[in-house]
């Protein structure tokens, strides 16, 4: 065997193993698979395009077929698998309507709830539009400060808005606020949960959901893998033991991730409704070429899905928001 074909099956291999480690993610938390499986779009892009390249050279160089052609199929495969899992996440798995937005507004809804990370940078007049637009009732705001989330409330419609904020201890990015109107019920104070960029918890005082606004850590480095899966634990635990919850936020993880593959019996408001393959971040790309990494999640057995949408941009953040339509059982 010469050297460049034990090369080329050496490269085929290799894709074939990663392209199997990120179509059935057993490994993905941990670095730097947790980051790569978090953009299915963009490896299956890079993949289609590394095996259209491959096709051209074999079309040009027809020594180079029997070394690289194998090599091209494994791009190919990588890349109709990645879609696959793609198409998957883009079928409801409960009945929705044609969007979020319209949905709102129609019979069915009873609860509301958008998230956005604004990165603090999105101002309270903007929000205010958005939470307007959607007809939210909870609004759950990782990366706002507490002043922006207050003069949020003051703009919003003159029934009332009750706020909470937890403060984020990582310095240079805001705590996370979270929003209620006052017809969902009465929420007097919140608890902040092992979070240190904000989550909280708020119960209420009678009737209504728990609700909880979260952001854990972000994988950024590997220094910080641990602690991003014991904070996405905290959320998940959170939503696994408490009925009745509605969990909010800036997850940074999507359903590959250890802390969201198994949430029963909350469901993920998304992948219910088939927009699960449309990511949140960064806004700048398409958004099939961008991570789900900000969620809805409800309790199965209180709440159904009636519709999620991911929204357009909005302002400066460098997410975009979602916002989740549901009904009680």
Do not use: K
């Amino acid at each position: 065997m010469s050297a460049g074909r034990l090369v080329a099956g050496v490269a085929t291999a290799g894709v074939l193993a990663a392209g199997l480690a990120t179509v059935v993610p057993l490994g993905a938390g941990a670095w730097p698979l947790a980051q790569v499986v978090a953009l299915r779009g963009l490896v299956a892009l890079l993949a289609a395009l590394a095996a259209a390249a491959l096709l051209v050279v074999l079309a040009l160089v027809r020594r180079a077929r029997r070394a690289l052609l194998p090599l091209a199929v494994a791009c190919a495969a990588v890349a109709v698998a990645q879609v696959a899992v793609l198409a998957v996440r883009s079928v409801p798995t409960t009945g929705t309507g044609p969007t979020a937005a319209s949905a709102a507004s129609g019979p069915g809804a009873d609860l509301v709830v958008l998230t956005f990370n604004t990165l603090d940078a999105v101002p309270a007049a903007t929000l205010a539009t958005l939470v307007t637009d959607v007809d939210a009732d909870v609004v759950a705001l990782p990366e706002t400060s507490a002043s922006t989330a207050e003069a949020l409330a003051d703009l919003l419609p003159a029934d009332g808005w009750q706020v909470h904020h937890a403060a984020s201890t990582v310095p240079g990015i805001a705590g996370t606020s979270l929003l209620v109107a006052h017809h969902v019920g009465t929420y007097p104070q919140a608890q902040s949960l092992d979070n240190r960029l904000g989550t909280l918890l708020a119960r209420p005082d009678g009737d209504g959901p728990v609700l909880v606004a979260a952001h854990p850590l972000a994988p950024t480095v590997r220094g910080a893998m641990p602690a991003w899966r014991a904070e996405g634990r905290v959320v998940a635990d959170a939503c696994r033991s408490t009925p009745d919850v509605v969990v909010a936020g800036d997850l940074n993880a999507t359903l590959d991730h250890p802390a969201l593959r198994d949430t029963a019996p909350c469901v993920d408001a998304a992948r219910a409704a088939g927009e699960a393959a449309q990511g949140t971040w960064p806004a700048a790309a398409p958004t099939l070429l961008s991570a789900p990494i900000d969620h809805v999640l409800v309790d199965d057995r209180a709440w159904r899905v009636v519709d999620a949408e991911v929204l357009p941009a909005v302002g400066a953040s460098d997410h975009r928001p979602l916002v989740a339509v549901l009904a009680r059982r």
